[in-house]
């Protein structure tokens, strides 16, 4: 809904965003007046709010505090001022073209200079507000605060027809960056130690990395975010969502299924999941937020539905299978949710390594077939660490459209900062080869290290996170075509010239795949259909564990 404002003697319009208001803990008169400096502990810490709808540049403003959630009736915010605690202030949001503007509850008078303070003050008591601030040098010019319920806009116009004011505007928040050429480069500053987005060669071979940068320079020219808007579910055994790289991402239809072998384990819709150093690390490779801390996701601006499952290595296949269906359409486990606001991308890093067979339950593959085949969303699936065979694997390996057809999910192997692959399963069906030894990531309590080590868990969160860029430059690709562009994307490594079952269809490349969405012409979402199955037996099912 457009709302014109009156700013430096000419109107705008501005657009509303309906249904979303931005909320803000209050700093006391006190740190207001203080000197912050560059000092975090002045920068407010809240809690993610509920999911409100995708606002380009909001990530600056999460940065400074505020937190953008739905409003509970969608009408104009007058009561600024939030009983809680801590206390909150709240504003409206608007856009004026790519910038987000936040209304506030003053104004900028401008007096005619006959006017001294205390007649100021008089005609700013007549319409109930109170000068705030004087500009001592601009003795002409107040700042007012409007009373309580008023409409900013709406007395600014009213003061504006006063003869003894020359002027008057509504005071807006908004995005002020220092003005600098901005790099695709993030600078975070553990990020030199993320060769998967850029490898000069001083950590292995140069450019034995996805081209992380240049895919993010891409998006920016196309005026597209490094994965705004995009949700990507993580189903894992556990999270630490209040990791700082994590906690701005964190989706509100985050939660976890409860460990229980006993009968059908209970979901919780609640981010305060069981927390495991597995789920956090695979998290941080998709979607860590690009804030001065740690390191950057491969989507750094992308959604997070953590899905926490099976904590302690042990339980039902059956639970997957209904955290995919979660995963996909909220409203199979929270009873009136939105189901539209399931994920766009999924990511799965479990089961057993080596030679170990992995039969696949009725329910996983019912699972498996509705989220992947029939609403076409992707599912990146690691492949089983060490020296096994993709078939062995009865949920990576199977073909929801028969033999001789790709596995319903895309299968993810290893790579390393040399571009070799690295002890992963093989076979045909298996896609390609993403980073996934010696990568960094976040860590439980708030750390960003290094696994020396290899697993395939990593390089399926970092596939999927290409995925979530590709989504973010073509919001109308679906599952399959985000496949077949990735597989077409891909670099051969090794001396490998066209497709091989130990390396798939290559390393991925980033670039190269978000070019592809930028120009494909996907086609448009499938029908939904209904999940039916039945529950499997008990079993250990781990995580994909470093070789």
Known sequence: MARHYYVNCREIPLERVDGTIATKPALTYGAARGHPGDDPAFIPKVDAEPDAPPLPGRHAFERAGWRF?????????????????PPRVQANVFRLGDQLLLDTDRLIVDFEERLDARQQDALLRRHGAVAVYRFHLIPTLVLARIPTGADPEALARTLRQEPEVADAEVEMISHIPPRQQRPARP??????????????????????????EEAWQLLQ????????????????Q????????????????SGFFTDDNEGPPAFNCHPEVP??????????????????????????????IAVSVLASEVGLQSTIARALCYAADPSSEIDGADPAEGAQVISVSLGPDGKRKWPLCLALRKAIELVTKTRKIPVFWAVANGDAKLEDDEVVSHRCNGAGSSPCVITVGTSD??????????GQGLDFLAPGREIASTTPGGGFEVDPRGATSWAAPCAAGVAALMKAANPNLDGPRIRTLMQKSCVKIQGAYAYDPQRGHGRIN???????????????PSAVSVLTGAAAGVATIPRRRAS
């Open 69 to 85: 959630r739905r409003a509970t009736d969608g009408g104009f915010i007058a009561q600024r001022g939030l009983r809680s605690v």
């Open 187 to 212: 600078d975070d500053p553990d990020y030199g130690e993320q060769w998967h987005h850029f490898n000069d060669g001083q950590k292995g071979l140069a450019r034995a990395d996805i081209r992380s």
């Open 221 to 236: 020219q196309n005026g597209a975010g490094k994965g705004n808007g995009v949700r990507i579910a993580v189903i894992d």
């Open 238 to 253: 556990g999270f630490d969502l209040k990791h700082p790289d994590l906690a701005p991402a964190v989706h509100g239809h």
């Open 275 to 304: 927390c495991r150093r597995h789920g956090t690390f695979a998290a941080g490779i998709a979607v860590a937020r690009s804030n001065d801390l740690g390191g950057v996701g491969v989507a750094y601006e992308a959604d997070l």
């Open 417 to 426: 900062r040399y571009d070799r692959r690295y002890a992963s399963a093989s």
């Open 510 to 524: 980033a670039e190269a795949a978000v070019k592809a969405a930028l120009a494909a012409r996907a086609a448009s």
